[in-house]
């Protein structure tokens, strides 16, 4: 059985429509909070931003300020307890750090996945020992990560891929995410033999971008990012772009709206994805 909605985007949907209530209302934060005796803004702002999981009864007390209502208030309630919710979530991914937590909500809510990486495989289709090496290449900067862990939690992620209703998920490569380097050359082939499995999936699709081929305009994304869809059309699209550090979640959809735009200027200069298995295969073969 399919995990419920994304906990993390059901946040995003909750805070955007309390905010949008509140300032039909014509309320500031301070006057919402003056009101409900909160002590200070920030646990207001922090549900509006979607950065904190609610408290139903605190999304209740909203809902009778702002004078919602019932049929609104109902639909609105669900969705707060799905914000709410650890029921299956938390126990499958108890391993995982923040970071790895909230991309799995992520892909396990989908109903679209876009991947690019201009550097090496994306997660969702790292082999364990590649994973292992990345992650502990990753553990020179930050001592305090347990490599075996985050490859178990990884292992986790996966399954989102192969459950009876996966998201489609596409792959965009830029060439050097497709070359061994200084990888082991029994872990490149193993990586490489699973690109091309998981590309003959029907809702998996790999693209490869040649190496000096250039997207419209010149625009190059060096950062890599995933672009989210859900099944339900009010769920706020979503991006995440990979820093060093952290992850920035992007869920305005001026924002959201650039970056699907630019993939699509990568995937009109892309392999097509017959291509792209025929080149994995032959660097499998070499």
């Given amino acids: ?61 909203l809902l009778d300020v702002y004078r919602v209502p019932p049929s609104q208030r109902d639909a609105l309630i669900v969705i707060a307890r799905d914000a709410a919710t650890s029921r299956g979530w938390w126990k499958a991914m108890g391993e995982m750090g923040e970071r790895q937590r909230t991309y ?40 305090t990560v347990d490599v075996e862990a985050d490859v178990r939690a990884r292992s986790v992620r996966h399954e989102v891929l192969h459950r009876a209703d996966p998201p489609r998920y596409t ?62 059309p009010a769920d706020p699209r979503t991006v995440m772009l990979e820093a060093l550090t952290t992850d920035v979640r992007l869920v305005s959809a001026t924002d959201v709206d650039r970056y699907e735009r630019l993939t699509d200027w990568l995937l009109d200069v892309a392999l097509p994805a017959q291509e792209t298995v025929a080149a994995l295969t032959r660097r499998l073969g070499d």
Avoid at 2 to 15: C, D, E, K, Y
Avoid at 120 to 132: C, E, I, K, S
Wanted: with cysteine; proline share 9%; hydrophobic share 45%.
């Fill in 171 to 232: 792959a965009l490569l830029a060439e050097s995410a497709c070359e061994s380097g200084e990888i082991p050359v029994e872990v490149w082939r193993e990586q490489l033999a699973h690109l091309v499995e998981l590309a003959n999936l029907p809702h998996v699709t790999i693209r490869l971008l040649p190496r000096g081929v250039v997207p419209r305009g010149g625009v190059h994304p060096f950062t890599p990012y995933s672009c989210y869809s859900f099944p339900d």
């Fill in 1 to 61: 059985m399919p995990l419920p909605t994304s906990p993390v985007i059901r946040r995003a949907r909750l805070g955007a429509e309390l905010r949008q209530l509140r300032r039909r209302e014509a309320l500031t934060l301070e006057q919402v909070c003056d009101r409900l005796g909160w002590a200070s803004t920030s646990k207001l702002s922090r549900i509006e931003l979607g950065q904190s999981r609610p408290d139903l009864a605190d999304v209740l007390d």
């Fill in 104 to 143: 799995a909500e992520l892909e396990a809510g989908a109903a679209s996945i876009v991947d690019w990486q201009p550097a090496v495989v994306p997660g969702l289709l790292q082999v364990p020992a590649y994973a292992r090496l990345r992650i502990a290449a990753g553990r020179l900067l930050d001592p």
